[in-house]
T-cell receptor, first 115, second 115 residues
């Protein structure tokens, strides 16, 4: 079974600085999808970024980018120019394939942005 | 706004009772997923429906059941409620036609409190 590990329960960053959140996963599949979701205090789950495993190029979405290392099974999220609104829980998720497209989530990293 | 709607937003009930949570997917999405978020278990996949049929089951208790109707909305039924069922229940939807369209978009969740 696939597992997702986020080793940093909490992280903090100064406004306008850059922070990297770590995620590792375990799978025997060769083709899969990875996601980062953001959960602010409102508890809404918001998609941040998506990465297809077959793509070598790292995904980017404005200030958010990933460092996808397939061989190492690592999928970190970099937030540049951090803003107060980035404060939230961040969840790394693996999408299983083969008839059951469920998301397997890590336990999350709580990001605090200091003014 | 993800386009996925869930009702009610909050639900307070007593042990032993039965409740129904409702989800309407994004327009055009055929697949609906239910997830439970609790403090001790984190985010866990419960069940997936695709175009009216059950497609995958996760850690869903026998006291819980779900269905997807012809108009594609879904209901999650929780019965014989226990204190430990208190959690945030999310519905997500995706097109689920090909693996390239498997991004899941989450509703705002239903917060269930069992007293």
């Amino acid at each position: 079974a696939q597992t997702v590990t986020q080793s940093q329960p909490e992280m903090s960053v100064q406004e306008a600085e850059t922070v990297t959140l770590s995620c590792t996963y375990d799978t025997s599949e060769s083709d899969y999808y990875l996601f980062w979701y953001k959960q602010p205090p409102s508890r809404q789950m918001i998609l941040v970024i998506r990465q297809e495993a077959y793509k070598q190029q790292n995904a980017t979405e404005n200030r958010f980018s990933v460092n996808f290392q397939k061989a190492a099974k690592s999928f970190s999220l970099k937030i540049s120019d951090s803003q107060l609104g980035d404060a939230a829980m961040y969840f790394c998720a693996y999408l299983t394939q083969g008839g059951s497209e469920k998301l397997v989530f890590g336990k999350g990293t709580k990001l605090t942005v200091n003014p | 706004d993800s386009g996925v709607t869930q009702t009610p937003k909050h639900l307070i009930t007593a042990t032993g009772q039965r409740v129904t949570l409702r989800c309407s997917p994004r327009s055009g999405d055929l697949s609906v997923y239910w997830y439970q978020q609790s403090l001790d278990q984190g985010l866990q996949f419960l069940i997936q429906y695709y175009n009216g049929e059950e497609r995958a089951k996760g850690n869903i208790l026998e006291r819980f059941s779900a269905q997807q109707f012809p108009d594609l909305h879904s209901e999650l039924n929780l019965s014989s409620l226990e204190l430990g069922d208190s959690a945030l229940y999310f519905c997500a939807s995706s097109v689920a036609l090909t693996s390239a369209q498997e991004t899941q978009y989450f509703g705002p969740g239903t917060r269930l409190l069992v007293l």
